[in-house]
């Protein structure tokens, strides 16, 4: 699915709506309300904070995601990412003035992964259920990111997820620029890589960031970039553009998870202050 041509629907509602089928099953399915499994809060600066991976709500009656022999299959959830992305939301509020938009995943992993693509995301029977809310999903980030692009007139989504592969770092996903096409044309390679872009500021902070700053090792290799940036960032044109950040299991504890949503907040805010709008258009 590629919810950009989807941007001016309503907030909240999903894209394709749910025409109800013929089995029992599937009518069920289809009334669940997306909102019990996305929590959402509108913002009041040009920043988005998703989490697609934290969640742990399961949907009754729907069928678990099976392997299909699809690349990056994963059930397990990225763990206290939800509760990270509502800190870091809390702490950026604070430090600019206002609230980011907020949409986190409560759905489970095992039944919905809503960074794939629609067609991997969710197993049939029982499509209707999920399909209700993977497109409430994505409907919502298309909404604010449209939203911002209309007050501001540029932003940045955040996607925000965990890894254990490399414990001790957090690693940018941006396709190698491609979701923040936008950025870099209007500001340069430094945005994405340089002292004052995120990961720059993150690695300030003395954070291990990978890929590194340092020229000649600057190619994203691992968690380059899933369908959430892919689908939300500005690669097919827009002034929105979108950065996942994997991070490390290490700075996911409960005793460091305040912490790092601190320093993750502080290192966007150093990031916004010298790369997005200031104020509305
Ligand atoms: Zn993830």
């Given at each position: 699915?590629?919810?950009?041509?989807?941007?001016?629907?309503?907030?909240g509602?999903p894209?394709?709506?749910?025409?109800?089928?013929?089995a029992?099953f599937?009518?069920?399915?289809?009334?669940?309300?997306?909102?019990?499994?996305?929590?959402?809060?509108p913002?009041?600066?040009?920043?988005v904070?998703?989490?697609?991976h934290?969640?742990?709500k399961?949907?009754?009656?729907?069928?678990?995601?099976?392997?299909?022999?699809?690349?990056?299959?994963?059930?397990?959830?990225?763990?206290?990412?939800?509760?990270?992305?509502?800190?870091?939301?809390?702490?950026?509020?604070?430090l600019?003035?206002?609230?980011?938009?907020?949409?986190?995943?409560?759905?489970?992993?095992?039944?919905?992964?809503?960074?794939?693509?629609s067609?991997?995301?969710?197993?049939?029977?029982?499509?209707?259920?999920?399909?209700?809310?993977?497109?409430?999903?994505?409907?919502?980030?298309?909404?604010?990111?449209?939203?911002?692009?209309?007050?501001?007139?540029?932003?940045?989504?955040?996607?925000?997820?965990?890894?254990a592969?490399l414990?001790?770092?957090?690693?940018?996903?941006?396709?190698?620029?491609?979701?923040?096409k936008?950025?870099?044309?209007?500001?340069?390679?430094?945005?994405?890589?340089?002292?004052?872009?995120?990961?720059?500021?993150?690695?300030e902070?003395?954070?291990?960031?990978?890929?590194?700053?340092?020229?000649?090792?600057?190619?994203?290799?691992?968690?380059?970039?899933?369908?959430?940036?892919?689908?939300?960032?500005?690669?097919?044109?827009?002034?929105?553009?979108?950065?996942?950040?994997?991070?490390?299991?290490?700075?996911?504890?409960?005793?460091?998870?305040?912490?790092t949503?601190r320093d993750?907040?502080?290192?966007?805010?150093?990031?916004?202050?010298?790369?997005l709008?200031?104020?509305?258009?």
């Amino acid at each position: 699915m590629r919810p950009r041509s989807s941007r001016t629907e309503k907030r909240g509602r999903p894209a394709g709506g749910a025409a109800p089928r013929l089995a029992p099953f599937a009518r069920v399915q289809a009334e669940v309300d997306p909102l019990d499994y996305i929590s959402t809060t509108p913002g009041r600066i040009p920043v988005v904070i998703t989490a697609p991976h934290g969640g742990n709500k399961l949907i009754p009656g729907v069928a678990v995601r099976e392997n299909r022999g699809q690349m990056f299959f994963e059930t397990i959830r990225d763990l206290r990412t939800a509760e990270l992305a509502e800190r870091l939301a809390a702490h950026l509020a604070t430090l600019l003035g206002g609230p980011p938009y907020l949409v986190i995943a409560r759905f489970d992993r095992q039944q919905i992964d809503a960074n794939r693509p629609s067609a991997d995301a969710y197993t049939a029977p029982g499509n209707d259920g999920p399909k209700v809310i993977y497109d409430a999903y994505h409907a919502e980030l298309a909404a604010s990111t449209a939203e911002i692009e209309r007050i501001w007139g540029a932003g940045v989504l955040l996607d925000i997820h965990g890894q254990a592969l490399l414990p001790g770092r957090f690693i940018r996903g941006t396709r190698n620029g491609e979701t923040v096409k936008s950025l870099v044309a209007r500001r340069g390679v430094a945005a994405l890589n340089g002292p004052k872009s995120l990961f720059g500021a993150l690695a300030e902070l003395g954070y291990p960031i990978t890929p590194s700053s340092d020229a000649g090792n600057r190619k994203e290799l691992h968690f380059t970039g899933g369908h959430n940036v892919d689908t939300h960032g500005s690669g097919e044109g827009g002034h929105v553009d979108a950065i996942q950040i994997e991070i490390g299991s290490r700075f996911r504890t409960v005793e460091r998870l305040d912490r790092t949503a601190r320093d993750l907040a502080a290192a966007t805010a150093v990031f916004a202050k010298d790369y997005l709008p200031q104020k509305p258009k």
